[in-house]
């Protein structure tokens, strides 16, 4: 096959195609540029050494967050930003993993016109590659931007980065191989064509036919080194950075893969347990294709983590700032404005919009995943309605979940391994922690409520009679 | 007396329970038209699928042109299917996005050919089915009988030895269905390749040499009609 | 009408008098005018006449006389013969068929040859027509038109036929 050929057979020729392209992109080229910010940061630490507290505050010549400039701090911040890396690179893979009609059509006929295996794959994969090479291109446009958000828009004191220099953009080149990397493996997991002459011979899932036991291994084997480090940075202190960084590394691995299908399928259980025809639908369709949705689950309990450690800390010193008035020196203050500016509103809007996309896009996913399903219950006579719902309820009950647990331990493990925070909780402090496992909780519940509405012509696409018809 | 051009001996296959085929034996022979009728579910897709090497049969021997489509790799398969055999499916066939000409001569790129040659076949095939003009044309837009037309001029432009075809009128008119076979059947003998047909149409398997009915996954009988 | 080999088939299950033959002709043709007793004679001369049938016994129970009718070994062999060979799909009305085979499957001969026989002569014939140019006269592409439609639907009986014979064999019994 000549080269001119697999690129006019790459090609996305639907407009769905085509903007699914360009927000993949996008979202390689903002975790590019995360992750050069995030080797920026890492140079910021430990080099200026931290000034004692003064009257003015830890403020520095350059104008960085004392969060910034300490070594331990600094670790921490830098691990947060890999970790928001990671939802952002989760949410591109899965818009590059996204398998649209056109796409599964397009390699079925490809295929039946006697494509090889490998020519298909050449094919996904030149899709793919174009799609993340164009995000590693945006990621360094994507780093200015973050440095103009990071660096040059806060006051001075609460600036995360320095002005870029030129050397700082010695790593795009490698985020660009990195991207092409990532969009080679996407399109090379997602080239399946699916021929099918009986309805009943349907695609095969990656998990098909492995329940429990091997779920339940897979987590176990991923999870306890992470647990065993985490649990190694809370004893230690000294190492904290470093073991942080290894247990959140290996977080961002293990859970949208593994813990996340569990927390699927323990779900799905729940909902069939429960009796409501709605819920023994949703889990249904819920126990079909546990990957994808397993996968949000996973990222969403990332985010709360996240989200936890960020808002936990912050509210409750907030809280303790604004109740008691202590006769400290302003540096609590300055540290404790550095820290909301730049962490809580940072890390919660942008997890907020992360939760979004991700249920978005799981919501999507699960439409296109089981339209057959879908197609078929529209027949037997369930209405767009009651698809609705079954479709909310699939998202949220593993999603809030998710949200809840992962925020318990995002603020577990900070306040625990902060030796700075410990005090005895009071109950300012248990009233702040209530209304953080309760805010981002509610707040899928709301996207859940508007997503579902926004994607009302996407299930009645869904249901449509033709996803019936076979090859 | 020519040669066979496909020979199955005893082949099985099953969808997880229910058997779709359950010991079927038939030759095609070159310049042949071999109409493959019988009652819904009698396995008559499925016998074309294993015929072309689109399926892998559970059970059974399958010779297409001198090779054993069972112990061939996948890509040698894919192979096979765009040099030397043509399908014609009932629908979904087409690439649903690329235009007319590019689909008509998929099968010459994915051979390697340069895009101009294979265009320029395209052309020509697409006047020859009565679809000239519509090059630029995609796939949704076309009426069955359309498509139809289409896909037998993608099948036949490698020029194969063996043509399968599905219910090739199956979503177009009656006259439309005509016109169908007739450029089929026409191109077919043109080149002495051997066209294998499934129909339910008997108006259709009239016009092969030799019928092969099926029942419940078996043949039933077989009528020689010339 | 021609009910001759029909009545032949009546006598290959047994030998029955006249009134017997009537009322299972009857009974095989429920959807059709019943068959009049001047029918049943008539055509009992003619047959016993051509040296197919005989009569072979004459009962007298009181009743009036009833003489019982039984195939010859020439009658045995005409009704093999029109029972194995298939109609002209020619010329031939559909009744013709339907006859053949209600007695095929009545006398326990082998129906499914038989079908599979009429189809195949079926198919030819629409194969010779369908080769034979009609031309551009609309009239006589109507009437071409016409005799492929019924030759068409002679087929898809033939082939339910087929399929309901194939799946009472399947259950053992006989219809």
């Known amino acids: 096959m000549k080269t001119a050929t697999a690129l006019l057979l790459a090609r996305p020729a639907s407009t769905a195609d085509r903007i699914r392209a360009w927000s993949a992109a996008v ?55 890999l970790l928001l890396t990671g939802l952002v690179l989760a949410l591109g893979w899965q818009l590059l993993r996204l398998g649209s009609d056109a796409r599964e059509r397009r390699m079925t006929t490809l295929w039946l016109a006697g494509a090889t295996p490998e020519q298909t794959s050449t094919i996904a994969v030149i899709d793919s590659v174009r799609t993340a090479v164009l995000g590693g291109l945006l990621a360094g446009p994507a780093y200015l931007l973050l440095w103009v958000l990071l660096g040059a828009l806060p006051p001075a004191g609460v600036k995360m980065v320095l002005a870029p220099q030129l050397t700082e953009l010695a790593p795009w080149p490698i985020v660009i191989l990195l991207t092409a990397l990532v969009g080679a493996a996407a399109g090379k997991f997602t080239c399946q064509p699916v021929i099918s002459t009986s309805p009943r011979a349907g695609r095969r899932t990656l998990w098909a036919g492995s329940r429990w036991a091997t779920h339940t291994a897979a987590a176990l084997v991923l999870a306890t080194p992470a647990g065993v480090i985490l649990a190694l940075g809370m004893i230690d202190p000294g190492g904290t950075g470093v073991w942080l960084f290894g247990g959140m ?72 700032r604004l109740a008691y008035h202590p006769a400290e020196d302003e540096s609590f203050m300055d540290f404790f404005t550095a820290y909301t500016l730049t962490l809580l509103v940072e890390w919660t809007l942008v997890g907020a919009v992360v939760i979004a996309a991700t249920l978005a896009l799981s919501m999507v996913e699960r439409l296109h995943d089981a339209r057959r399903t879908i197609a078929s219950l529209a027949a037997l006579g369930v209405d767009a309605a009651t698809l609705l719902r079954v479709l909310r ?25 902060m030796p700075s925070s410990n005090n005895l909780p009071g109950l300012l402090d248990l009233g702040v922690l209530a209304a953080v496992l309760v805010l981002p909780v509610l707040f899928i519940y709301l996207v859940a409520i508007v997503l579902a509405s926004a994607l009302r012509p996407r299930l009645r696409a869904a249901m449509d009679p033709e996803n019936l018809r076979t090859v | 007396m020519s040669d066979a051009v496909l020979t199955m001996a005893g082949v099985e296959y099953a969808y997880r329970r229910t058997a779709a085929l359950r010991g079927v034996s038939m030759t095609a022979r070159a310049g042949e038209i071999v109409a493959v009728t019988g009652p819904s579910g009698s396995g008559k897709s499925t016998l074309l699928h294993i015929a072309s090497g689109v399926l ?11 090779h054993d489509l069972l112990s061939i790799g996948e890509a040698d398969r894919c192979r096979l299917r765009r040099r030397e ?39 020509g095939w697409l006047e020859r089915v009565q ?37 090739p009128t199956g979503s177009t008119d009656l006259l439309g269905g005509e016109l169908l076979l007739d450029l089929l059947i026409g191109a077919v003998r043109e080149r002495n390749a051997a066209l294998v047909l499934v129909t339910h149409d008997n108006t259709i398997a009239t016009r092969a040499d030799r019928e092969v009915r099926l029942r419940d996954g078996l043949v039933d009988h077989e009528v020689r009609l010339t | 009408m021609a009910t001759s080999e029909v009545l032949l088939a009546l006598l290959g299950e047994q030998p029955r008098h006249g009134y017997e033959i009537k009322h299972e002709y009857d009974a095989w043709f ?17 047959l016993e006449r051509d040296g197919l049938v005989e009569v072979v016994e004459t009962r007298q129970d009181g009743a009036p006389q009833r003489s019982v009718y039984a195939l010859t070994d020439q009658g045995r062999r005409h009704l093999r013969d029109w029972l194995t060979k298939p109609a002209p799909a020619e010329g031939t009305s559909a009744e013709e068929i339907v006859r053949k085979t209600v007695a095929a ?48 639907a002679d087929l898809r009986w033939l082939d339910l036929a087929a399929e309901l014979t194939h799946r009472a064999q399947e259950r053992g019994s006989n219809p």
């Open chain 1, 27 to 81: 979202c390689l080229g903002i975790a590019g540029g995360l992750i050069m910010i995030a080797i920026q940061i890492t140079t910021c630490g430990g080099v200026i050494p931290p000034t004692p507290v003064g009257p003015g505050g830890p403020f520095s010549a350059t104008g960085l967050s004392p969060l910034v400039i300490e070594e331990d701090i600094n670790l921490w911040i830098v691990g947060l930003t």
């Open chain 2, 131 to 167: 679809l000239d003009g519509m090059a630029a044309v995609i796939p949704a837009e076309l009426s069955g009988g359309q498509a139809q037309r289409a896909a037998v001029a993608r099948a036949l432009i490698t020029g194969p030895a063996v043509v399968f075809a599905d219910e």
């Open chain 1, 249 to 320: 590394l290996l977080l961002i691995v293990a859970a949208p893969v593994v813990l996340g299908v569990l927390a699927v399928m323990w779900s799905a259980q729940r909902l069939r347990a429960h009796g409501t025809p709605i819920d023994v639908l949703a889990a249904a369709v819920l126990t079909g294709v546990p990957g994808p949705t397993g996968r949000a689950v996973g990222v969403l309990w990332i985010c709360g983590f996240g989200v936890g450690t960020v808002t936990a800390t912050g509210g409750i010193d907030l809280a303790h």
């Open chain 2, 85 to 123: 055999v043509g399908i014609v499916l009932q629908f979904g066939q087409l690439v649903p996005d690329l235009p007319l000409i590019d689909n008509v001569a998929l099968p010459l790129l994915l051979d390697g050919n340069d895009m101009a040659g294979a265009r320029t076949a395209a052309a």
């Open chain 3, 105 to 152: 499957l009545r006398t326990g001969t082998d129906t499914a040859g038989f079908l599979t026989r009429q189809r195949a002569s079926h198919l030819r014939r629409m194969r010779e027509l369908q080769q034979q140019p009609a031309g551009r006269d609309p009239a006589f592409r109507l009437v071409r038109a016409h005799t492929l439609a019924r030759l068409d």
């Open chain 2, 56 to 66: 892998r049969p559970q059970a059974g021997t399958v010779r297409l042109l001198d």
């Open chain 1, 393 to 417: 309820r699939q998202l949220t009950v593993p999603s809030m979940a998710a949200m809840a647990s992962g925020t318990l331990a995002g603020v577990a493990s900070l306040s625990l391994s």
């Open chain 3, 30 to 46: 429920p959807d059709s005018k019943p068959l009049a007793f001047g029918q049943v004679y008539s055509t009992l001369g003619r």
